[in-house]
């Protein structure tokens, strides 16, 4: 509140350093949020793209192993996948996007040559060499999407702070403090024209009795010019 802030010329200063360095810092937030927003907008766009690679890639994956199920059998299929010894590694890394800082999915032992998938290539046909590697493309593409959709959240995130620290500045502090600032100019500019009148009621109380002294003194100085009687 206004009125609980003292009207002094050094707390005005005071407030003039706040409002000063909160329009700073709400100019680099509201550049912040525009460069989180424009980023953001990158990502949809690749996270969009990856979506539908990865309905794509899950339709392939899906056709193939039906595929290979009913020309092969399901005990052939089951056989192949349990022949599996070395199984996806993954690691992750973070960078920093203005701040953000966002996954990188690194994965590796996903793709495999048909020597490396464990099962006999002589005991297998190539519906389940193509299932296996339709399989293999879908695992590349959800870790991918796995990186993009956790971008997208944290950006998202990001911007949601940014905006609410945006608006704090903008429709909480800042009014405040500039509310402040207009009550302590007012009350200084009071206390400025009170000390005036003051000063006036003084210097016109010190005249009226410098005028009076002066009446008196020319008073004395005329019954003193008269002459007396003998």
Not at 56 to 68: D, L, V, W
Not at 174 to 187: D, F, G, H, M, V
Request: hydrophobic share 35%.
């Amino acid at each position: 509140m206004a009125e609980d802030v003292k009207p002094t010329r050094k707390e005005l200063m005071r407030i003039e350093e706040r409002i000063e360095l909160s329009e700073r810092g709400h100019d680099t937030l509201e550049q912040k949020r525009d460069g989180l927003i424009m980023e953001f907008m990158d990502i949809l766009d690749e996270a969009q793209d990856v979506r539908a690679d990865l309905d794509e890639k899950y339709e392939e994956a899906q056709n193939a192993i039906n595929m290979a199920r009913a020309l092969d059998g399901d005990v052939a299929v089951r056989g192949a996948a349990a022949a599996l010894k070395e199984h996806p590694e993954l690691t992750t890394e973070s960078k920093s996007v203005m701040g953000v800082y966002i996954p990188q999915i690194d994965s590796t032992k996903v793709s495999k040559s048909l020597d490396e998938r464990g099962y006999g290539v002589l005991g297998t046909s190539a519906r389940i060499d193509e299932a296996a590697e339709a399989y293999e493309e879908l695992l590349d593409q959800i870790i991918l999407a796995a990186e993009v959709e956790t971008a997208m959240k944290k950006m998202l995130d990001e911007i949601e702070t940014t905006k609410r620290r945006v608006n704090a500045l903008e429709f909480k502090l800042l009014p405040e403090l500039r509310a402040n600032e207009e009550y302590i100019e007012q009350k200084l500019e009071e206390q400025e024209r009170e000390e005036i009148f003051r000063m006036k009621k003084i210097k016109d109380k010190k005249e009226r009795e410098e005028a009076a002294e002066e009446a008196e003194e020319e008073e004395d100085e005329a019954e003193q010019a008269v002459p007396a009687d003998d």
